[in-house]
């Protein structure tokens, strides 16, 4: 495997990462609520709620503050070492990049995210988890 071939497989593991990231906020937004209306208990695991709000809410400043976000430097920099054209790259990668990417003025995500996040910690109010137990 060459430099530029294994610096690409990285970059589509940091895109990877960061769609798995996109599913677990989105995914866990949804399933808090489906499990909150359905009585599921696992959606009032502590560690679960707090990872899952703490994860929108950085996404949340970061937005607000105008910091790209770190995945994305990381994987459009490994593409650019490997000599990828970015947003470019094999299969995975194209299909990954349509469903996370968008072309919009910035501030349209700082007020996506943040109402998201409002949503989320709605879900917090709405759907309380269980506190953390002591030992």
Not at 4 to 13: G, I, N, T
Not at 45 to 71: D, E, S
Request: hydrophobic residues 55%.
């Amino acid at each position: 495997m060459t430099r530029s071939e294994l610096l690409s497989m990285f970059a589509d593991v940091a895109l990877v990462a960061h769609v798995a990231f996109v599913v677990f906020i989105v995914g866990g937004l949804l399933a808090i609520l489906l499990g909150g209306l359905r009585g599921w208990n696992w959606i009032r695991n502590p560690w679960f709620r707090t990872l899952h709000l703490a994860g929108i809410g950085v996404v949340v400043v970061q937005a607000w503050l105008g910091v790209v976000c770190p995945l994305t430097t990381l994987e459009m920099a490994l593409r650019e070492r490997a000599g990828d054209a970015t947003y470019g790259g094999t299969f995975a990668a194209y299909w990954l990049h349509r469903l996370i990417y968008f072309d919009a003025p910035t501030w349209v995500f700082a007020v996506s995210y943040t109402v998201f996040g409002v949503a989320v910690a709605t879900s917090w109010l709405k759907f309380r988890p269980r506190r953390f137990r002591e030992e």
